[in-house]
């Protein structure tokens, strides 16, 4: 496969050095999540999280816009049966249950808008950083599906109250201050500058502390998920069902067309 063909079908690559595994996803459709992308980034946080030379995580997106648009509109729209648009969803599940599962703090690097699944990757990961264009909207609800499976990582992070208010409103647009000050995101910067200088600071800081310590610690903060395998599975048919609707197919069209 040429260069050319990789990017367009986007990528994911993991860079480790002085301890710090940065794993970085891109897709050139603002950073859009097709299958192929959703199973080598949770093929890749399960990797780094078995690496024994990678003390702490840092997840992020390439170049300076959106952080992640969340699926794939056209993948989306290339689903014909049930079976596919589960496996499609499990794509998700298997990316928040990899963050959820690895041993090692995994920080999150928003640097511009985040849309459904990309809500929910920063909401698996364990300390958030964003810039003030780092806003966040759950827009699955607009085209017919509802943030079935990234749902569980969102509530857990943002409270049942203000995951709600995100759900339902479906096409609005929430700041990176109203994020933060529900939880999502640890701290804004105004510049990615600034938020690259925060990022990598607590990451040495990670980098030089107690394996062990931040294991257990990481396993008690998610104390109450054990049950996530089966439960996000069950979210994904949901969402398997759900695509194949014909008021689905007419929605994305429509944000597609715009």
């Given amino acids: ?10 990528w994911v690559k993991l860079e480790e050095k002085d ?9 050139p459709k603002s950073n859009s999540l097709p299958g192929k992308v959703l199973k080598e980034l949770a093929e890749t946080i399960t990797k780094a999280g078995k690496d024994d030379a990678v003390k702490v995580i840092v997840l992020k997106s390439e170049g300076v816009k959106a952080f992640c648009a969340g699926a794939s509109f056209d993948e ?41 699944g990309g809500v929910g990757m920063a909401s698996a990961v364990d300390y958030c950083f964003a810039t003030e264009e780092a806003s966040v909207k759950l827009s699955e609800l607009a085209i017919g599906i509802g943030p079935f499976v990234v749902g569980p990582a ?4 943002l409270g049942t109250s203000a995951m709600s208010q995100l759900a339902i409103n479906a096409t609005e647009w929430k700041s990176a201050l109203w994020a933060k000050r529900r939880g999502l995101y640890t701290e804004i910067y105004e ?31 998610w104390e109450g998920t054990e049950h996530w395998d089966e439960l ?21 069209n429509q944000f597609k067309n715009r």
């Fill in 154 to 157: 969102v509530e857990r992070k």
């Fill in 232 to 252: 996000l599975e069950k979210r994904a048919e949901l969402s398997g069902r759900l695509v194949l609707s014909e008021f689905t197919t007419n929605a994305i």
């Fill in 19 to 27: 301890g710090i595994g940065i794993i970085t996803f891109f897709h």
């Fill in 191 to 221: 510049s990615v500058l600034a938020m690259d200088e925060a990022v990598h600071s607590l990451a040495v800081k990670l980098s030089k502390s107690n394996a062990e310590a931040m294991a257990l610690l990481k396993g008690n903060f």
């Fill in 1 to 10: 496969m040429s260069e050319e063909q990789i990017t367009q079908q986007g």
């Fill in 76 to 116: 989306l729209l290339s689903i014909e049966d049930f079976e596919t648009g589960k496996e499609f969803f499990m794509g998700f599940a298997r990316v928040i249950n990899a963050a959820r599962k690895c041993p090692k703090f995994i920080i999150g690097r928003v640097q511009g808008k985040a849309v459904g």
